[in-house]
């Protein structure tokens, strides 16, 4: 995994050859130059992408929903996304992708109209000042807002966007101002609630119960999803029916409810869903695309092999140093592009139809057991026998019942959410694991069998999971080194230079023995 952060690097390291796979093509002038060269291949697929402009909640002026609707009434999304991304995106007015089958019908709707933001600004009892930027109701002029966007050189696409952002909100009075930095430094600081505006994108999952996580009071922790810091009580009451559901209905009406509250509430601005471009060398075959999935997955990474039949290392780009390759504490994409290849779930899922299917586990049960105020969910997973850890030793119901004891006796916010709510963990065997929950969700068996899972003999060794540092030589904090299930394990990394992973020679689909 070759660490370039340049973008135009990005393009004439593919171009020469010297990158196999390039993923998350933004700039439509690269992905016409890709597209037009002979020895390249280029998937398209319609994603889960979101694209957010987030508002500091906790702080003013964007304490007050009013403010927040006054700037996103400011914003043109159809003509930034028409002038950046000439047609591969689409702007949205939603908290879920407009792909998204839970997404409300309006999820496109445009509602782009200055003259209406500042009329709502002047209601709320803002003026302006001679330069046109605004004046609070206590006859103060608004400080200059920091819109934090990560440097042009790692993201330059983004940082295009948010300038054009700023613009917009300028033009309405707010005294916007971009401030590039370092993008694991903006995390941090999204963490602490420790800025005014920044931009972000995000995966999305499958199901919407992730608006749980993004919006819910419980989120707003330093570390949690929750980096808009709003808290409405309404707005939990819908989160909480949708994350409890019991069953599809019911998910559907608090999806519903919940949607229409963010769209009130306005807590973060939502700019824009992109569609996923990949680029693959021609030399290659046995690449893996659907129409839900680029060809730079994991599917390709397994299957890919080179045409002319001689061996060799497959090169993919890296934009930006994973830097932090603790997995409880990891949050950037760039680290978990590393991580995910190293760690499995108990669940995976198909690449045609999203749908659960196995991982760790060869089957699954769902119970609702109890009356009443009893009732409550459990869990029952049937693990693969003869599993092993990419160091060779045995993996069992234990270590997953360690990884999620762990995580829940330590309450680490980037996993937290989706354990909080187990009961107890049993292991009646070593190929037997039965997760008793409180309370019914319909999410429950995507929560807990999406987790990574961690060996017993690790979790057991970590003395501070915080400032664990696998890497390190003097063991800071825990044990050294990334023992995991997943397909690749790793080699070395030179930062600044490259990640170098090497095949698992006992994952259980490259001849690891489990079935």
Not at 58 to 80: E, H, Q
Not at 207 to 229: A, K, W
Not at 283 to 309: H, Q, R, V, Y
Not at 379 to 395: A, H
Request: glycine share 6%; net charge neutral; proline share 7%.
């Amino acid at each position: 995994m070759l660490i370039i952060s340049n973008p135009d690097a990005q393009i004439m390291a593919a171009e020469a050859g010297e990158l196999d796979i390039v993923s998350d093509i933004a700039r439509p002038s690269d992905i016409d130059r890709l597209s037009a060269n002979k020895n390249l291949q280029m998937s398209l697929a319609r994603g889960m992408h979101a694209f957010f402009l987030l508002l500091n909640n906790r702080a003013a002026p964007w304490d007050d929903k009013d403010v927040r609707r006054a700037a996103a009434m400011a914003i043109d999304r159809g003509s930034i996304v028409r002038m950046i991304f000439s047609g591969y995106c689409e702007p949205i007015n939603s908290w879920l992708p407009p792909v998204s089958p839970w997404a409300l019908a309006n999820s496109t709707e445009d509602i782009y109209n200055p003259a209406a933001a500042k009329e709502l600004l002047k209601k709320k009892g803002y003026s302006w000042d001679l330069a046109g930027m605004l004046v609070a109701p206590d006859g103060k002029r608004l400080p200059t807002m920091k819109l934090l966007t990560p440097l042009a050189r790692v993201a330059p696409t983004t940082a295009e966007l948010a300038e054009l952002i700023a613009d917009s909100l300028k033009a309405v009075g707010f005294p916007a101002e971009v401030d590039p930095i370092d993008f694991s430094t903006m995390i941090a600081r999204l963490d602490r609630k420790d800025y005014s505006l920044a931009v972000l994108a995000w995966s999305m999952g499958r199901n919407p119960d992730s608006l749980y996580s993004f919006y819910h009071s419980d989120m707003d922790v330093e570390g949690g999803y929750n980096m808009t810091g709003i808290r409405d009580a309404r707005l939990d009451k819908a989160l909480a029916e949708l994350r409890y559901a019991p069953d599809r209905a019911a998910a559907e009406r608090a999806s519903d409810e919940a949607q229409r509250l963010l769209l009130e509430l306005m807590p973060s601005v939502p700019i824009y869903s992109r569609i996923s471009v990949a680029a693959i060398s021609g030399k290659w075959k046995n690449i893996f695309t659907t129409d839900k999935m680029t060809a730079d997955n994991m599917w390709t990474l397994l299957t890919a092999e080179p045409k002319d039949g001689k061996m060799r290392p497959l090169t993919m780009l890296l934009p930006e140093e994973p830097r932090n390759l603790n997995p409880f504490t990891a949050s950037s994409a760039y680290s978990w592009q590393v991580l995910g290849m190293i760690y499995e779930s108990m669940l995976s899922t198909d690449p045609y139809t999203l749908e659960n299917m196995p991982g760790l586990a060869a089957s699954w049960d769902i119970r609702t057991a109890g009356e009443g105020k009893s009732r409550h969910t459990e869990l029952i997973f049937r693990i693969r026998r003869g599993l092993r850890w990419n160091d060779g030793s045995p993996l069992t119901a234990r270590d997953i019942k360690a990884s999620i004891d762990f995580i829940h006796k330590n309450k680490i916010p980037r996993f937290f959410d989706s354990v909080k709510n187990i009961r107890s963990v049993e292991t009646p065997d070593d190929y037997t694991l039965r997760v008793v929950m409180d309370g019914v969700s319909y999410w429950y068996l995507d929560n807990v069998a999406g987790i990574p899972v961690i060996p017993q003999k690790v979790v057991a060794n970590i003395k501070d999971w915080q400032s664990w540092d696998p890497l390190s030589t003097k063991n800071a904090g825990g044990p050294r080194g990334l023992v995991g299930s997943g397909p690749f394990m790793l080699k070395s990394y030179k930062p600044g230079e490259y990640v170098m992973m090497k095949r698992n020679p006992h994952y259980r689909l490259l001849g690891g023995g489990a079935r």
